[in-house]
């Protein structure tokens, strides 16, 4: 394929990827740079989990124990026994994978939401040990004085080589999303979500794909934990509650299901709406995502991302009912 | 450990039990005609104990603050069902899962707006001079508890088995697309499964706020604490629900007195999860599930 | 048929907002303060409105370009019963000092920052200080998490920083800009350990503690100082702070016959422990943490309230103030608290109070706001009175209190009085 076919092909990636990539070229002011910051590792989990939610039809409430699993893996083994940073992420990351996969056999095998309940008990499960092994991980006390990611004499521990790090691995994790989607495997994930008995006489091995998924959105999560580690310097328990996990599902839910891009805008929204509500009053922010994720799945399954197609949407309303075609839900 | 402590851990669990018991009754009723889980269901329980606490400061007697709370919330859950579950009622139930965690927070959220944040106390129903059986001393409160729910499952089994509408119910839970052949309203089932559901873990709610407080975080502990029994006792299965409920406080207080080693109450809440995986991948149907559970 | 559902949806969200909106007014006092106003900046507008203020005192209005000091709060999220009350207090002592002419002559304006108890919150809240409103201290957080997390920014930045949460770690190396307001969990586990082993006479000890980080780092400082005082923890059990019943626990540690209870955490749990041991018929003395030195803790516990004995900041009685200087801004501060809210001080009003004070009192001895000159102005700080205490830093001392600065507390017919 040609550099100008394959330019076209992906324009929306590489626009994307350009604006977010310049985009401290033009941001002096530390504090809007801090906010993408953590965007660029919020989207890193939510593509995960919209790969699970939306390929898969699965969903996983315990997330935040898969990001928890990459920050203390990180925090743990960088300052209690030196290890290298890179080398402490890749271990926590294939520890998730692990984990992800001994949760993911037995209950992806099995009709249902299982994986839910699963990863709900586990999540709590991960949170209690966070504050129970003091040994390990100083308990509610938490870790300081995580390091900076480094390369050399690299220090990504300044904002904007940071941003350059994980927005560049965001990135890739998003190309990568992209490309499962469009793959094989992502049309024979796709054939799980809506017709699981008809994927299954065409040959497609159903419950492997979904581990398969489910174990890639718990690398994603772990990666995004390590990096949101090295960037604060500092972790406690806290951040790692069921809450923290239902705020992931509302990032993607918000975002759009069903679509890799619905994670981007849903990561970008979450991050940038409370930092909104501020200017009013806080206590609302959890009524709004409540409200809204009722509202999102109610009228507007297709989430941010589907907005486009609201109007085609509005315009069927008002036909005649018996002449609509069955719901695409 | 001497028989009295055995006894005291046995009635501690029995306390702990008997909320989770009802919390997972509500489960098992919106489970049973819709096959949704319901992760709003902590909040019903909370709402209920709050509003008696508010009905009971503005002079209310306590039995009268109990009907009000279980009757408004059990309005609470129609309107949630109207609102929320009804335009989704065909769209799968991954969206149905995710509506229900909306509303939980949204509920939780306007809970502390009326509320506040802090925990609020009602007086107990009869006195709290404990009665002690045994060597274990038990509150009159938990007896209150353990009587509401015993009270609630004989009136769902006689519901479900003796009474039309209790078997249209039962109908659906096992195929709704032949219930609704048969001339049975599944939308009338759906919206007083949700009622009832939200009735009971009011009435839940009002009854251990004399033991235990009430804030607008409390529902959540108690919701999946109460969604474990459910697994426990074998999701859809009313009797298995309240059994696991009690298997699962007297559990969780049990760890607390064998475990051999001090500090060993901060493992308590997590045998509740660890029992939940075990469970859920050892024997999905739970321990006393009879429906089936389908391999893909 | 959809339509329906459409038009009642729509109608149901309206009316629940609307609800939301004006506060709900079901039966409640609490809330107030939360529904009113912005948790975010003071909005520049005190350079202005200000100077007509001056005519009812003799200060000259200040001038020039406002003295910026930041403040990261926990005024919503679990926090909210600390952060709250810290911002009035914040907001009250912006007005007196503007209205008593600034700080070196110019007007003082506090740009606070809500980090809704969350670490990453935090950060971004502090960055935002440091970066957009050029703080030129900072205040903050409410919580012991989110000031762990904000301190290396500080310290990295060379900006004071004057924590107002308890845990141990904030005040340990580094803390070449790190200061703290509020006395250390360290001294309450002390004054509570003296008075078992001083007054009591006791030794055994059942202890009993939240898993939160409150609860956990006071457990895990008795341990460490039982020895100092010959005393021994016989049995150590903790709980979630939403648990519904603490007999499980209590059972365990009666078992092992304690002397006297120590209970370390905050509401409702420590209320479950109080009513749960007369049910058990445990008649041991019950020693609390500051974490019930609240009315709460009595409106909660009701008649097992009785008798618990807890340290606490001399403000929870007013009585006990000995030193005239300090009695006297405890007086001013208590007055002009009451004034702006209707409500006494808690202890947190208090944390903001000292630390504010503090950080004044540094700027005025600088002669500016140079954070050099700032640092070491706080490090010669000596013998400034808030409600928490006389603090005296020192360059290696930043907690600037000592154990006598608490006193022991005894709840006696649903009051406080002091113990002994």
Redesign the interface.
């Known amino acids: 394929m040609g550099i100008v076919a394959y330019a076209r092909k992906h324009a929306a990636f590489l626009a994307f990827s350009a604006v977010a990539m310049c985009a401290p070229l033009f941001i002096g002011?530390?504090?809007y740079l801090?906010?993408l910051a953590?965007t660029a590792t919020r989207l890193m989990v939510a593509l995960g989990l919209n790969l699970l939610m939306g390929q898969a039809g699965q969903v996983s409430l315990g997330h935040a124990a898969f990001v928890a699993i990459g920050a203390y893996g990180s925090a743990v083994m960088t300052t209690r026994w030196s290890v290298n940073p890179w080398l402490a992420m890749l271990v926590a990351a294939l520890l998730a994978a692990g984990v992800a996969a001994i949760l993911g056999v037995p209950t992806l095998k099995l009709r249902g939401h299982y994986l839910a309940m699963a990863t709900l008990g586990f999540g709590e499960i991960v949170f209690i040990l966070l504050?129970?092994l003091?040994g390990l991980t100083l308990?509610?006390?938490?870790i300081?004085?995580i390091p900076s990611l480094t390369i050399g004499s690299l220090d990504f521990g300044r904002p904007r080589a940071y941003h350059w790090l994980a927005w560049g691995v965001a990135l890739l994790m998003l190309r990568m999303s992209l490309n499962l989607v469009d793959s094989r495997v992502g049309r024979s994930l796709r054939a799980l979500d809506r017709a699981e008995i008809a994927a299954l006489s065409l040959g497609v091995n159903t419950s492997f794909r979904k581990v398969q998924v489910f174990v890639v959105s718990a690398v994603f999560a772990s990666v995004a934990g390590s990096f949101y580690v090295h960037y604060?310097?500092?972790?406690?328990p806290?951040?790692f509650s069921v809450t923290f996990s239902v705020v992931l599902v509302t990032t993607v839910v918000l975002g759009g299901l069903g679509n890799v891009w619905g994670a981007v805008w849903g990561s970008i929204f979450m991050l940038f709406l409370?930092?909104y509500l501020?200017?009013?009053?806080?206590?609302?922010?959890n009524?709004v995502f409540g409200?809204m994720l009722i509202?999102v799945m109610?009228f507007l399954p297709g989430g941010l991302v589907g907005l486009r197609h609201v109007p085609a949407r509005l315009r069927r309303?008002f036909t005649p009912p018996d002449a609509l075609p069955a719901e695409d839900t | 450990?001497?028989f009295d402590?055995f006894l005291?851990?046995i009635?501690?669990?029995i306390?702990?039990g008997s909320?989770y018991a009802l919390t997972a009754l509500g489960f098992t009723l919106i489970y049973n005609s819709t096959d949704i889980i319901n992760f709003a269901q902590g909040e019903f329980v909370m709402l209920g104990g709050l509003v008696a606490i508010?009905m009971h400061?503005?002079g209310a007697p306590l039995p009268l603050a109990f009907l009000v709370a279980v009757a408004l919330v059990g309005i609470v859950g129609v309107?949630f069902e109207?609102?929320?579950i009804?335009?989704l009622l065909s769209a799968g139930v991954l969206a149905q899962i995710i509506v229900t965690i909306g509303a939980s927070l949204?509920i939780r959220?306007?809970a502390?707006?009326?509320?506040?944040?802090?925990?609020l106390?009602l007086p107990p129903f009869s006195g709290?001079s404990?009665i002690v059986i045994l060597g274990a001393?038990i509150?009159p409160q938990t007896l209150w508890v353990l009587g509401l729910t015993l009270v609630i499952v004989v009136a769902l089994q006689l519901f479900y088995r003796r009474t039309l509408t209790g078997k249209a119910v039962r109908a659906c839970s096992v195929n709704p697309t032949a219930a609704r052949l048969m001339g049975i309203s599944y939308s009338r089932v759906v919206l007083l499964s949700f009622g009832l559901s939200a009735a009971i873990s009011a009435a839940g709610g009002v009854m251990?706020t004399p033991?235990?407080?009430m804030?607008y975080?409390?529902g959540?502990?108690?919701g999946l604490k109460g969604f474990a029994a459910c697994i426990l006792g074998g999701l859809g299965n009313p009797v298995g629900a309240v059994a696991g409920g009690l298997i699962l406080g007297i559990l969780?207080?049990l760890t607390?007195?064998f475990l051999p080693f001090?500090?060993?109450?901060?493992y308590?809440?997590g045998v509740a999860f660890l029992i939940l995986l075990v469970i859920l991948f050892a024997r999905p149907q739970g321990l006393f599930g009879r429906r089936t559970v389908e391999k893909v | 048929m959809?339509n329906r559902?459409v038009a009642?949806?729509v109608l149901?969200?309206a009316s629940?907002l609307v609800?939301?909106v004006t506060?709900?007014g079901?039966?409640?006092t609490?809330?107030t303060a939360?529904?009113e106003g912005?948790?975010?900046t003071a909005s520049g507008d005190t350079g202005t409105t200000t100077a007509p203020a001056s005519t009812e005192s003799t200060a000259v209005a200040p001038t020039g370009d406002p003295i910026v000091i930041g403040a990261v709060l926990s005024?919503?999220g679990?926090g909210?019963?600390l952060g709250e009350p810290e911002r009035a207090t914040l907001k009250m002592m912006e007005t007196e000092l503007n209205n008593a002419g600034g700080v070196l002559g110019r007007p003082v304006k506090i740009v606070i920052e809500?980090d809704?108890?969350?670490?990453?919150?935090a950060?971004?809240a502090v960055?935002?200080l440091?970066?957009?409103d050029k703080a030129i201290a900072v205040l903050g957080s409410s919580t012991s998490?989110s000031t762990?997390?904000i301190?290396?920014i500080t310290e990295q930045a060379g900006i004071p920083l004057i924590a107002l949460a308890a845990?141990n770690?904030i005040t340990e190396p580094p803390i070449d800009w790190t200061w703290r307001a509020p006395p250390r969990d360290a001294l309450a586990v002390q004054k509570a350990l003296e008075y078992i082993s001083g007054v009591m006479k006791l030794k055994k000890i059942g202890l009993l503690h939240d898993?939160?980080?409150y609860g956990?780092?006071g457990a895990?400082e008795i341990e460490k100082r039982i020895g100092d005082f010959g005393l021994e923890?016989v049995?150590?059990?903790?709980?979630?702070t939403?648990?519904?019943?603490l007999?499980?626990?209590l059972?365990?540690i009666k078992?092992a016959n304690p002397e006297v209870i120590v209970v370390w955490g905050t509401?409702?749990g420590p209320?479950?422990a109080a009513?749960n041991m007369?049910?058990?018929?445990m008649t041991q003395p019950y020693v609390g943490s500051h974490g019930i030195a609240n009315k709460?803790f009595i409106?909660?516990a009701?008649a097992a309230a009785e008798g618990v004995i807890f340290p606490a900041g001399r403000l929870l009685v007013p009585s006990s103030f000995t030193d005239p200087a300090q009695k006297s801004v405890v007086d001013t501060f208590v007055a002009a608290y009451k004034e702006a809210t209707g409500q006494m001080p808690p202890t947190f009003a208090g944390h903001a109070f000292g630390g504010l004070t503090l950080l004044v009192n540094a700027i005025t001895k600088a002669g500016s706001t140079d954070a050099a000159a700032v640092q070491k102005a706080l490090n010669e700080t000596r013998g400034v009175a808030t409600p928490d205490g006389i603090y005296n830093y020192t360059t290696t001392d930043h907690d600037g209190l000592t154990v006598d600065d608490l006193t022991v507390v005894k709840i006696q017919n649903g009051t406080w009085v002091l113990a002994e």
Not at chain 2, 112 to 119: D, F, K, V
Not at chain 3, 278 to 281: E, P, V
Request: with cysteine; net charge positive.
């Open positions: 002011n530390k504090y801090s906010i953590f504050v129970q003091k308990g509610t006390d938490g300081s004085g604060i310097h500092y972790i406690s806290d951040s409370p930092e501020k200017r009013f009053n806080q206590d609302y922010t009524l409200l509202v109610i309303r | 450990m001497s402590q005291q851990y009635s501690s669990g306390t702990s909320i508010s400061e503005w309107i109207q609102l929320a009804r335009p949204a959220t306007v502390m707006l009326i509320w506040g944040r802090e925990s106390p709290d404990p001393s509150l251990i033991v235990s407080f804030s975080s409390a959540a502990l108690i969780e207080a607390v007195g001090s500090g060993s109450s901060g308590k809440d | 959809r559902y009642l949806l149901a969200l629940l609800l939301a506060g709900c079901g039966g409640t609490t809330t939360a529904a912005p948790t975010t005024a919503t679990p909210s019963p809500d809704q108890t969350n670490p990453k919150e950060v971004t960055t935002k440091l970066q957009q998490p762990l997390a301190k290396p845990a770690k898993e939160n980080a956990a780092s895990a923890v049995a150590k059990e903790s709980y979630k939403e648990d519904t019943d007999t499980a626990q059972t365990k078992a509401n409702p209320a479950v009513k007369k049910q058990l018929g709460k409106d909660l009701g």
